[in-house]
């Protein structure tokens, strides 16, 4: 028999065939969106960044940016930002209903909201420029975030009004082995921008749960994310943070999302290899529940499918709730 991965279905209905237990909007980012479907080879966004298709060596194409409307900015004056309600977002709101009405009696529902606040603050600035202002013209990036952040609020309402369970907000502050910016200066800008953020939506839905995704090493400020409430970190990437050890840290307060390797394992890696890196998160991660077994980020282009195939047969062979087959591992 086929499985699904070879049936030519996609989006959501190839993750509910595969058993996946949550089901997300495939529409295009809440933000300043890349990759957005039947765009030319260069493109502008509706927030101003000009972005621009790049196809690798293993076929796969994914945007980068070319242009920023706010790089040679003095002020925020003549810049509009887009209606975080307006029309271009209801394709968005709909999808996300149709998630809760198809799905949510039986899967775990996300409302994505990603580019939070940094990110989208970056593609509209420039990193050089954004990362300068943040230490010599900090009224300037002061007054960008919290533009960032009233959008996100009006965006992020909107989607728990939709009924979801999960909101998922994010942005990348870590690097393979660091922060991109230091913890205090993370403190400074963002923190208590992402605390008023989650208190919110939690007000709004106190049952709601709030996942937050960013790459690479974070553990400084891991503890700051569950003080403001974070209750689910993704992905936990396994080349940049131990997942057996973040859960020994972390594990009585927070989820974590991810913690298969997709830098090595996954696309160079054997299916036996992915199959025991499965069987090793489940052991070290599962324990006493607080897993949410995934790739660490997106499967590349030129990944064996075997592997792919691997990793869901793992999973279903050794993973699942309340029981599971290895030893919780000791403190």
């Known amino acids: 028999m086929l499985s699904p991965l070879h049936r030519?279905?996609?989006?959501?209905?190839?993750?509910?065939?595969?058993?996946?237990?949550?089901?997300?909007?495939?529409?295009?980012?809440?933000?300043a969106s890349y990759e957005i479907p039947s765009t030319p080879e260069e493109y502008t966004c509706e927030w101003g960044v000009r972005w621009k298709w790049v196809t690798n060596a293993e076929g796969g194409r994914y945007t980068d940016t070319v242009g920023h409307p706010l790089a040679e900015a003095n002020d925020l004056t003549a810049y509009k930002m887009p209606d975080p309600l307006g029309a271009s977002m209801q394709p968005i709101y709909e999808e996300t209903r149709q998630?809760?009405?198809?799905?949510?009696?039986?899967?775990?529902?996300?409302?994505?909201?990603?580019?939070?606040?940094?990110?989208?603050?970056?593609?509209?600035?420039?990193?050089?420029?954004?990362?300068?202002?943040?230490?010599?013209?900090?009224?300037?990036?002061?007054?960008?975030?919290?533009?960032?952040?009233?959008?996100?609020?009006?965006?992020?309402?909107?989607m728990v009004a939709q009924g979801i369970d999960v909101l998922w907000l994010g942005d990348d502050f870590g690097t393979q082995r660091a922060m991109l910016l230091s913890p205090r200066t993370w403190?400074?800008?963002?923190?208590?921008?992402?605390?008023?953020?989650?208190?919110?939506?939690?007000?709004?839905?106190?049952?709601l749960k709030i996942a937050y995704h960013c790459d690479g090493y974070i553990e400084p400020i891991i503890p700051d994310l569950i003080e403001i409430g974070l209750d689910i970190l993704n992905p936990i990437q396994p080349l940049?943070?131990?997942?057996?050890?973040?859960?020994?840290?972390?594990?009585?307060?927070?989820?974590?999302?991810?913690?298969?390797?997709v830098q090595n394992t996954f696309p160079f890696g054997t299916a036996q290899d992915v199959e025991n890196e499965v069987r090793e998160r489940i052991r070290t991660v599962a324990p006493g529940g607080g897993l949410i077994l995934c790739s660490a980020h997106r499967v590349q282009p030129g990944t064996p499918l075997e592997n792919v195939l691997a990793y869901y047969r793992a999973a279903r062979e050794y993973g699942?709730?309340?029981?599971h087959t290895y030893e919780a591992v000791k403190p």
């Open 8 to 31: 030519g279905l996609r989006g959501v209905e190839l993750r509910v065939a595969l058993g996946h237990d949550l089901v997300m909007s495939s529409s295009p980012n809440i933000g």
């Open 99 to 158: 998630l809760v009405a198809q799905y949510g009696k039986t899967h775990v529902v996300f409302g994505s909201l990603y580019q939070t606040v940094f990110e989208a603050a970056w593609l509209l600035r420039g990193m050089q420029a954004l990362l300068s202002d943040m230490l010599i013209n900090k009224d300037f990036a002061h007054e960008l975030f919290e533009l960032l952040t009233v959008y996100s609020l009006v965006a992020g309402q909107e």
């Open 187 to 207: 403190r400074e800008f963002i923190k208590e921008r992402y605390a008023r953020l989650i208190a919110a939506y939690k007000d709004q839905n106190p049952s």
């Open 240 to 261: 940049s943070m131990d997942p057996a050890e973040i859960k020994r840290k972390y594990g009585q307060h927070l989820s974590f999302w991810g913690t298969v390797d």
């Open 320 to 323: 699942g709730y309340p029981v």
